[in-house]
């Protein structure tokens, strides 16, 4: 028997959890109405057709990104907060980003960390096109980690010393470099690694981008 109380929040959850499983192409009226326990008549009525379904979901998942609030004692610090929470919003949601981006809202998607960057390059002293260049590399570098973290995880299983992009070879002159490189590298240590170094170079005053 059909449930009867349904809404469309439970519509928008129950949609959004098949794609985030099992990725777009797996969202169909029929499927969702099945997961439910719904006709599929009443999946119509709440959201419309697949895709104003799709339309909705986009809008759901870019109101989640919502505002970002930057954490830490310096502008450097609050910096890489804001790209560690962007990183970790968009890893939750790889398919439902993959979403937006196709229906052109990927501006909008990344406009709160956007403002909250421009806020912390601002209280560092930068302007114009030194605060431009601070914000865009700071976005790049989230974006660019995020592609190649995502690109090594679908990757095939790599042969021993392989599996992070280096070799610990090239380093035999230092030993404790050597068992270093042989160990997987920390994916969350490294990226806050490398954009703490990046916001730190970036904020101080002398510093001119090339």
Do not use: C
Request: overall charge positive; hydrophobic content about 45%.
């Amino acid at each position: 028997m059909p449930r009867t109380a349904l809404t469309r929040e439970e519509v928008l959850e129950a949609a959004a959890a098949l794609v985030k499983q099992h990725g777009p192409a797996s969202l169909t009226m029929r499927k969702l109405a099945a997961e439910l326990g719904t006709a599929v008549t009443s999946i119509y009525w709440h959201v419309g057709n697949r895709e104003s379904l799709l339309d909705a979901l986009v809008e759901r998942t870019v109101e989640e990104m919502g505002a970002i609030t930057p954490r830490g004692r310096t502008p450097a610090d609050r910096v890489v907060s804001v790209a560690r929470t962007l990183r970790r919003e968009l890893r939750a949601r790889p398919h439902l980003i993959a979403m937006v981006h196709e229906r052109g809202l990927t501006e909008r998607m990344f406009l709160p960390a956007q403002q909250a960057l421009v806020h912390e390059v601002h209280a560092a002293g930068l302007r114009g096109a030194r605060a431009a260049e601070a914000v865009r590399a700071v976005q790049f570098q989230v974006v660019g980690f995020l592609l190649v973290e995502r690109n090594r995880e679908r990757a095939p299983v790599q042969s021993p010393g392989e599996g992070d992009l280096w070799s610990p070879v090239t380093a035999e002159h230092d030993p404790a470099l050597a068992r270093a490189l042989a160990r997987p590298a920390d994916p969350e240590k490294l990226f806050t690694t490398s954009v703490r170094a990046l916001a730190s170079a970036l904020l101080t005053p002398d510093s001119r981008p090339n």
